[in-house]
């Protein structure tokens, strides 16, 4: 509504319905509009704050949640998986390191021990596939013995527990219980070997 303004002995005026009646400040008509208007504008803001939200669509993780666990447990609501159980070759597959074969044990275990030598009191094990001793890093038993050849002497298991020694050559020769090996001899336990200054006595396990 616009605002009219009283002149002294002149009606006022309504730029919308027109001269006014005498006496009259302001247009009824307006008013009336304006009541009408404001009326009608927050009726419709109280029907807007009255009513109820609109639901929202749930998305289709959601809607999984949403079914009961009785419809689950019935196949409603969600795909039914069928998983096949692993076959021999895949159980266990990258979980368990692989399995090692058992390897079997020689027939015959032997030790030769220092007796007289540098290293009085070492033991030396004895490979049943063959033993070599001298000074050269290349020999199974290396000994730091100026009178030892580089490859002095060889132990080997023969006819499947009987241990041979084998003089290779030497220079000072290989001598059990003080008698020179000229010859492949075979030894047993307690029998001493003696390369160079060393002397070694072979202990046996069956």
Known sequence: MRDE????????????????????????????????????GSEEATRKRAAPPKPRSLSERETQKAVPAGARRQGQGEEKTVRRA???SERGRGRVPPTE??????EL??????????RIGQVFAL??????????SANHIVLDDSK????????????????????????????????RVTAPVAIKENDEIKVGTT????????
């Not at 002149?10 to 005498?22: D, F, N, S």
């Not at 074969?101 to 020689?106: I, M, S």
């Not at 490979?127 to 050269?136: A, S, V, Y």
């Not at 002397?199 to 069956?206: G, R, S, Y």
Request: hydrophobic share 30%; net charge neutral; with cysteine.
């Open 148 to 179: 030892v050849s580089a490859f002095h002497a060889k132990i080997k298991v023969e006819e499947g527990k009987q241990l041979m020694v084998w003089d290779l050559a030497s220079a000072n020769g290989t001598f059990v219980n003080g008698e």
């Open 101 to 106: 074969r058992v390897q079997r044990p020689p």
């Open 199 to 206: 002397v070694l006595v072979l202990k046996t396990l069956e």
């Open 5 to 40: 303004r009283e002149t002294r002995g002149t009606p006022l005026v309504c730029p919308i319905h027109g001269p006014l009646e005498p006496g009259w400040t302001t247009c009824p008509y307006c008013q009336k509009e304006t009541r009408e208007s404001t009326r009608g």
């Open 127 to 136: 490979d049943p596939g063959g033993t070599e001793i001298g000074r050269d």
């Open 86 to 88: 692993p076959g021999p």
């Open 109 to 118: 275990l032997a030790w030769l021990i220092m007796k007289e030598g540098n």
